[in-house]
């Protein structure tokens, strides 16, 4: 499978196990999913399928599905400017790019970085009440609601693992990763505010791929603060993820 396929599916994949995971029903058209998910308006958007969209086809069932669930975001990773032409007349304008970013299993052994702080642990969570701590983190930095239900219910489904850094006994970082049968994608890495320019996100990164037996490649997507950290661990740019609101 092309790469650029693989970092699509599992960002596509992982939106549909939470929804799936909030017992919610996508719809689906000729040119898109709906994912509803009412725990997180982060996890609840439209994604436009991969390929040749037809513009005119765009144009029917985006307002349709619109005017049946209300203005939701939407996400293309095509760079096609049909798809573009479409969103802007119907007022979505792009308010984040999104690196996708591939790391080959040849890369993977080649990480160097420095020793880290050895008051900085690092570890998988495995007590849901752990979870609420994490969210909390994770909503900060990006500026989401959702909630820790979701995420709960996501710690005893094998496909997530949940990870964090604590500098003595406070949660310092973020991360989790989703794997699908093609990829381990990587999501939410964060540091708090307080702990931020030490290194410890992309330590924690490092850890978590470090301690992976798997052979498949990881996957995720970077902004552009984050995406020089992921240039120096071997990942490579394969496309942008747009995200479009009104």
Known sequence: MHRREIVFNNYFQLHKRFSELSQSDPIRGQTYSFFPNRYSDWLRRIILKTGQLPQNRLLIELPELIHSVGNQLVLSWEEDKEITEALLSLNYNIYESQAGMFLPDSNRFVLQEKPSDPSITF??????????????????????????????????????????????????????????????GLYSVTTSPSYRNRGIASRLVVEIIAENESPLPFTLQATKMGKGIYDKLGFLEIGTFRHWQK
């Not at 990006?142 to 496909?159: H, K, N, P, Q, T």
């Not at 949940?162 to 003595?168: E, S, T």
């Open 123 to 184: 570890k998988r969570l495995t007590d849901g009440g752990e979870i609420q701590v994490w969210l909390s983190l994770v909503n900060d930095a990006f500026g989401s609601m959702d909630e820790s239900d979701l995420y709960r219910i996501a710690l005893s489904d094998e496909a997530f693992h949940f990870y964090a850094a604590f500098l003595q006994d406070e949660m310092v970082a973020t991360a989790f990763t989703f794997q699908n049968q093609e990829s381990i």
